[in-house]
C-alpha cells in the first residue's frame, strides 16, 4: 500500500490507477480504525477495483470544548490494518493541506434542512465542518465511489444530500453498522470507556432495540416512549443528549404512518459521548 501526504503525490497515484483502468472506491477516515472502518474498505474492494483511504483528523467539525487534540492519532498502526484490508492508497494530509489559508479563513459548504436537529443541535457548526471537507476529499480523490458508515446516519444523508445538490459524480454507498459482541456500536471514542463504562455502554443499543419493539407490536406515541427511553438511560448511568424517532429520509420526526423511520440516541457515559441509531420499515 502506498501512502502519500500531499495533492501531488496523490495526483500521480491516482493517474497511474486511472491508466490501468482502475475503478476506485474512496473511504474517508479520521483514523484510530477499527473493524467497522475495515469493513468500509472491505466494501470498497467488493465494488471496484482500487481502494482509497484518507486518514485526516478535521478540525473545522470539532467545537472549541470537544476533543480535537485528545483525538487518538494512531497512524501506524492504521497503515498495518489497511494494508492486510487490501487498499491500494492511503491519503493522510496535514491541516496545511487541507487548510492552507487556515480554517477560519476557508470556503465552507453547508447543507441545510438536515444539519440542525440531532448532532447539529448539540454540535453547532459541527456538518458544516464534515460536508466542507468531505467535499473537498472527494473532489480530490474523484472516486466512482464513496463509502460511509450508517452508524452515523445523519451524517451519510447531509452527504448524500450534499453530492446531489452539487451535482458531484461520485456514488455514495452506505455500509450497515459493526458492532461488538455485546451490541455496542464500534467507534473510536469507545476506547475512551473505563471498564466499568465498557461493561454499561451496550445499554444505548438495547434502548433502540426496546423502543423498536414497541413500535412494531402497535405504539404510536412517540413521544412517550422517547422519554421513556430517556429516563432508562438515566436510570442506567447514562446522560441522554437525545432519543428521537425520525425519517429516515429527511430526519423530519416521524409519525405512526410513516413507513420508514429510524431511532436516533446520543448519550455520555462519563466524558464519552456515545451515538447510535436503528432504521425500521413498517
Known amino acids: 500500500m502506498e501512502v502519500v501526504t500531499n495533492l501531488s503525490a496523490l495526483n500521480e497515484a491516482l493517474a497511474r490507477f486511472e491508466a490501468a483502468g482502475n475503478s476506485t472506491a474512496f473511504v474517508p477516515t479520521m483514523g484510530n480504525l477499527h ?3 475495515i469493513s468500509l474498505v472491505e466494501r470498497g474492494l467488493a465494488l471496484a477495483d482500487t481502494v482509497v483511504v484518507s486518514i485526516f483528523v478535521n478540525p473545522m467539525q470539532f467545537g472549541p470544548s470537544e476533543d480535537l487534540d485528545a483525538y487518538p492519532r494512531t497512524l501506524q498502526a492504521d497503515i498495518d490494518k489497511l494494508q492486510a484490508a487490501g487498499a491500494a492508497l492511503l491519503f493522510a494530509p496535514s491541516p496545511d493541506c487541507i487548510y492552507p489559508d487556515g480554517v477560519a479563513a476557508h470556503t465552507q459548504v453547508i447543507v441545510p434542512g438536515l444539519t440542525d436537529v440531532l ?17 473537498k476529499l472527494l473532489n480530490m480523490v474523484a472516486p466512482d465511489i464513496a463509502i460511509f458508515g450508517e452508524k452515523d ?10 453530492v446531489t445538490d452539487l ?6 454507498e452506505g ?7 455485546d451490541g455496542l456500536a464500534l467507534s473510536s471514542r469507545n476506547g475512551y470507556l473505563s471498564p466499568a463504562e465498557r461493561e454499561v455502554a451496550p445499554g444505548l443499543q438495547h434502548s433502540l432495540q426496546m423502543c423498536a419493539e414497541h413500535i412494531r407490536n402497535g405504539a404510536q406515541n412517540f413521544a412517550a416512549l422517547c422519554q421513556d427511553a ?3 438511560l438515566s436510570a442506567a448511568g447514562f446522560t441522554p443528549d437525545y432519543f ?4 429516515s429520509n429527511d430526519l423530519q420526526l416521524a409519525r405512526p404512518d410513516d413507513t420508514s423511520i429510524a431511532i436516533f440516541a446520543a448519550a455520555k457515559l462519563g466524558k464519552t459521548r456515545l451515538i447510535d441509531n436503528l432504521q425500521l420499515t413498517l
Open 119 to 135: 448532532c447539529g443541535a448539540s454540535r453547532p457548526g459541527h456538518f458544516d465542518g464534515v460536508s466542507s471537507v468531505v467535499c
Open 167 to 172: 451535482c458531484l459524480p461520485v456514488r455514495i
Open 175 to 181: 455500509v450497515g453498522i459493526a458492532r461488538d459482541t
Open 230 to 232: 430517556k429516563s432508562s
Open 153 to 162: 446516519l445523519q451524517q451519510l444523508l447531509v452527504i448524500r444530500k450534499m
Open 35 to 37: 473493524a467497522g472502518h
Open 244 to 247: 428521537e424517532i425520525r425519517r
